[in-house]
T-cell receptor, first 113, second 110 residues
Framework: GAGVSQSPSNKVTEKGKDVELRCDPI?????LYWYRQRLGQGLEFLIY????????KSGLPSDRFSAERTGESVSTLTIQRTQQEDSAVYLC???????????FGSGTRLTVV | DAKTTQPPSMDCAEGRAANLPCNHS???????VYWYRQIHSQGPQYIIH???NNETNEMASLIITEDRKSSTLILPHATLRDTAVYYC???????????FGSGTQLTVLP
């Protein structure tokens, strides 16, 4: 596609429920990133995928967070047993291998009530 | 990655040049300077990057001092749509991720 697509754009969930967020990167972009942005704050790195290499999970805040990516296509970020502090905008970005400029999606705004 | 320091906020009159400073005094020889911006409720947008030479594209110009310890992003004719948070990031070419700081909130005034 023309850009990075994320779905849903908004998600309201009850505390304790699991949620799954989706990212469709730009075709041909081998690198994919997930970031989190809490209200009024900067971006926090969560996880990085590069081709078929093992992902860099160093930014995941707890074992309730996980992400998958099949090849160079869609990625899903799963949050289990959601907590109120998980409320944030979750942003996905993609780039070509060794690329300089990331292309970000518009994000998924997650609200845990 | 080297740490960057930016002013938290700046104003600029519409039609004038916006000059956004960034200090990166601990930058290493293999680290690039990147600029992104984030318009309210949108994902960050790549603007420009450079290593040591000044760079220009359709969006902006990047001026890097000779010692590379600071840089300035220049928006030559700011418009209201340029109101955003501007992030200056330094990153090694081989680094896996971008680390975003607090950025500068630029407000373009009519």
């Amino acid at each position: 596609g023309a850009g990075v697509s994320q779905s849903p754009s908004n998600k309201v969930t009850e505390k304790g429920k699991d949620v799954e967020l989706r990212c469709d990167p730009i075709s041909g972009h081998t690198a994919l990133y997930w970031y989190r942005q809490r209200l009024g704050q900067g971006l926090e790195f969560l996880i990085y995928f590069q081709g078929n290499s093992a992902p860099d999970k160093s930014g995941l805040p707890s074992d309730r967070f996980s992400a998958e990516r099949t090849g160079e296509s869609v990625s899903t970020l799963t949050i289990q047993r959601t907590q109120q502090e998980d409320s944030a905008v979750y942003l996905c970005a993609s780039t070509i291998a060794g690329g300089y400029g990331y292309t970000f999606g518009s994000g998924t705004r997650l609200t845990v009530v | 990655d080297a740490k960057t320091t930016q002013p938290p906020s700046m104003d600029c009159a519409e039609g004038r040049a916006a000059n956004l400073p960034c200090n990166h005094s601990t930058i290493s020889g293999n680290e690039y300077v990147y600029w992104y911006r984030q318009i309210h409720s949108q994902g960050p947008q790549y603007i420009i990057h450079g290593l040591k030479n000044n760079e220009t594209n359709e969006m902006a110009s990047l001026i890097i001092t000779e010692d590379r310890k600071s840089s300035t992003l220049i928006l030559p004719h700011a418009t209201l749509r340029d109101t955003a948070v501007y992030y200056c990031i330094v990153r090694a070419g081989s680094a896996r991720q971008l680390t975003f700081g607090s950025g500068t909130q630029l407000t373009v005034l009519p």
